[in-house]
């Protein structure tokens, strides 16, 4: 038997290639419904019990039913699949007692239990619509499932679900499983599978997988799947579509994502605030700050108000192209709305004004926060902390940071980056190295520019040996130097007769592919001899 062709979604997968012989069906959109084109489900009788074993099931059948516990228990060593199977079967109208009778199997002859006693009872509990109950048993077996096992379930399903004459939704609640453990390739397995034998999830169920797949960044994999759906005639919500608006925005591909926005209507319904705002946010990421405030007039125009998030993303983008008039004059608009901006409206704003070194606006905003009981967390403190390093102001932020225990926050790399970048405004490039000596027995490792700042400051006080030993640090954490920084290096190193030293820490550098780009070699060593010629 082949798959019905499922090739973008598949490839994107990396799931291997199928063969099948069906013809592609034309399926129902209704979960239940199976097309006549569809491939016949297969069909696993068990043998009737007899003898002892008959009379061994109606004895259990008779105690679950008068709730027997202690007769149960003396039964128990006599448990088979075999048996379990058809009390099971011969209880399955009443799915409490089933439920309760796996469980009891599970506590006092777990090894009695078979991937087909298991199928049996996410049957019953799925016709009965007892989802939370089925799911849970569906991830305790394949939490511990051998690589194939995904593809023996469904096939064990499908054999079982004519005897419990069931309902298609426990395919269903295979396929949402597989999406909210995060398993890609099972779900996309399974939704093959589905579609070969005239099954289709519910738009819940591709819900829950497209946002597994938004959550993991995988992007194009959300593209295909609806593109799937389309096909499969399986009706998007607005929570669906919103999805698809958001992955397109993070392709950059925001044709795509205009053109799903523009499609909702003709869907059935109309666009809300995450709509809006995803595409926003879509508009702002490249920079497309007019289109972007023409989307928030438009939203306003159909009925549709702006939330805190919708400024907070205009005010951000405004912030990255230092345009902060506007981002404050937006600022007010947001709060004469009546709209609370939240910690990260606040943090933007400070932030924004603490990288153009105006800690003053910075700490009138962290006072406002206060008033208005706005929680600030260490992104505020970094922003703040930034802007007094911008300004030379290390005392000042050296007291921020140990305000930071008063209120439980911890420094992460940013907060160190900022007091390091302080003491390199100073020129104290000794302090700096010192605190980050601090910053890596925290746990933490400096970006590529803080390296680059140390190391220029280094440089700038001639201080070479200091410089030599900040390059080693970077070499042993494979950064690359700043190209200027490095000449200028190789200048300072050849004036203190330290040629030798500025050839090996090149030689290293070229040998991790760390040399910047551009880097001349004759002009490098050119530099070092004229200056050592000097030096002596």
């Not at 951000?316 to 192209?321: A, E, M, P, T």
């Not at 700096?432 to 746990?443: D, R």
Request: hydrophobic residues 40%; aromatic residues 10%.
């Amino acid at each position: 038997m082949r798959v019905w062709p499922f090739r973008t979604f598949s490839t994107l997968l990396g799931s291997v290639a199928r063969t099948s012989a069906s013809v592609n069906p034309k399926l129902d959109v209704s979960l239940g419904k199976r097309n006549w084109s569809s491939v016949p489900i297969p069909h696993r009788s068990i043998p009737e019990p007899r003898g002892q074993d008959l009379d061994f099931v109606n004895v259990v059948h008779s105690h679950l039913i008068h709730s027997d516990w202690t007769k149960l228990d003396c039964l128990s060593l006599g448990l088979t699949a075999f048996r379990i199977k058809h009390i099971l079967l011969k209880t399955q109208k009443d799915y409490v007692l089933s439920l309760e009778f796996f469980n009891w199997v599970s506590t006092q002859n777990p090894s009695s239990h078979t991937l087909e006693t298991h199928c049996i009872i996410l049957h019953i509990l799925s016709k009965h619509r007892k989802f939370k109950s089925a799911e849970s048993i569906l991830r305790s077996i394949i939490g511990s499932c051998s690589i194939d096992f995904p593809s023996k379930l469904f096939e064990s399903l499908l054999y079982s679900y004519r005897l419990c004459d069931s309902s298609p939704h426990v395919f269903d609640l295979l396929f949402k499983t597989f999406a909210h453990l995060k398993k890609f390739r099972y779900a996309s397995d399974t939704f093959c599978k589905m579609k070969d034998y005239g099954f289709l999830p519910t738009v819940l169920s591709c819900n829950a997988f497209l946002s597994s797949l938004l959550k993991f960044n995988r992007y194009r994999i959300v593209l295909a799947f609806y593109g799937e759906m389309r096909r499969s005639r399986i009706s998007p919500n607005l929570y669906t579509v919103n999805m698809v608006i958001c992955a397109s925005c993070k392709l950059g591909r925001l044709d795509k994502a205009t053109v799903v926005f523009e499609e909702m209507r003709t869907m059935g319904f109309s666009p809300n605030v995450v709509s809006y705002n995803t595409l926003i946010s879509g508009y702002c990421n490249k920079g497309l700050l007019s289109s972007a405030m023409k989307l928030r007039s438009a939203m306003e125009k159909n009925g549709v108000p702006p939330n805190a998030i919708t400024f907070s993303i205009l005010i951000n983008r405004f912030c990255k192209d230092v345009k902060l008039q506007e981002a404050s004059k937006l600022f007010g608009e947001m709060k004469g709305m009546n709209l609370s901006p939240t910690t990260v409206t606040y943090n933007i704003l400070i932030n924004g004004y603490s990288k153009v070194g105006n800690g003053e606006m910075g700490n009138r905003l962290f006072e406002e926060m206060s008033r208005f009981q706005v929680k600030a967390d260490i992104l505020t403190y970094n922003a703040l902390i930034l802007g007094l390093c911008k300004e030379g102001k290390t005392k000042k932020a050296a007291y921020l940071v140990k305000e930071l225990d008063e209120k439980s926050l911890v420094p992460n790399a940013s907060t160190f980056s900022a007091l390091i970048y302080g003491q390199c405004v100073l020129k104290k490039s000794e302090h700096a190295f010192q605190i980050y000596k601090s910053m890596i027995k925290s746990g933490f490792i400096p970006c590529d520019q803080t390296f680059r700042m140390l190391l220029s400051t280094f440089c700038q006080n001639e201080d070479y040996d200091g410089a030599v030993q900040l390059l080693k640090e970077m070499l042993k954490r494979h950064k690359a130097p700043d190209l200027n920084n490095l000449y200028e290096l190789c200048a300072g190193l050849g004036r203190c007769g330290k040629v030798q030293t500025a050839i090996m820490l090149c030689t290293e550098l070229e040998a991790q592919h760390l040399l910047p780009e551009g880097f001349d070699k004759p002009k490098a060593f050119g530099l070092l001899h004229n200056n050592e010629d000097a030096f002596e």
